[in-house]
């Protein structure tokens, strides 16, 4: 390879040896999640480690390939297999939670409706500006408030008082999809399903990292939907 190649960033060429380590093969969006992530898998790991130190070590483990990831470019399993790209498709995680609340649903249904009432008690929602009835930009933020992603959605069904369901746009820096059920009790009360769907950006981690994002990702959830049931219950917010 000659000095113009590789001012131009050519491929190498046959035969040519080149150091995968260095190789930037991650998109700028599947850096910025890394980041994200790693941050956030980082502080999960920290505030667990005398309960669970085993699951921690694996924790610590995996944020800190995704903040190497996210700061360098590079993706090391990519750079390992010979990739100087990113996949076109990151696998989904799928995240679902039910939880029965003592309000009315129509009363539970219309506070979730309003989008901007999210925050309140999903403690890793910054905001949610809605644009109009059917677009929103949304804001969540990393543990201990490092590092932040943006991205625009939209409503793309809905039953008032009965089903809620949104997805990012095209082009946001993280693709996302859900819906939310509610459902009247015998007796009264409010049955609520909550189904979130979150693919990375391209190649944002390595195949066998998925699982720890998942769990994460699913407490997070999780413990956002019982800070909900406890609000609508008694009007204050969990801590």
Known sequence: MNANNQMNGNAPVAGTLYDSSTLINVSPEGRIVSIF?????????ISKVDKK???????????????????SGNGLFNGFFGKRKADRHARAVNIRTSILIDNPREEVYYFWRQLNNLPVFMKHLQ????????????????????????????????????FLGWRSLPG???????????MDLPGGGTAVDVMLTYRAPAGYLGS?????????FENMVVQDIRRFKYFMETGETAS
């Open 208 to 216: 066998g990292l998925a699982w720890m994002l998942n769990a994460a």
């Open 37 to 45: 992530s790693g941050a956030w898998l980082l502080g999960s790991a």
């Open 53 to 71: 130190p085993v699951q921690s070590l694996a924790r610590l483990l995996g944020a800190g390939y995704l903040l190497y990831r996210g700061i």
């Open 127 to 162: 905001s949610v500006e809605e644009y109009d009835p059917l677009h929103s930009h949304w804001v969540v933020k990393g543990p201990a408030g490092l590092g932040t992603l943006e991205w625009d959605a939209e409503i793309v069904k809905e039953y008032p008082g009965e």
């Open 172 to 182: 946001s820096s993280i693709a996302t999809a859900g819906r939310v059920t509610f």
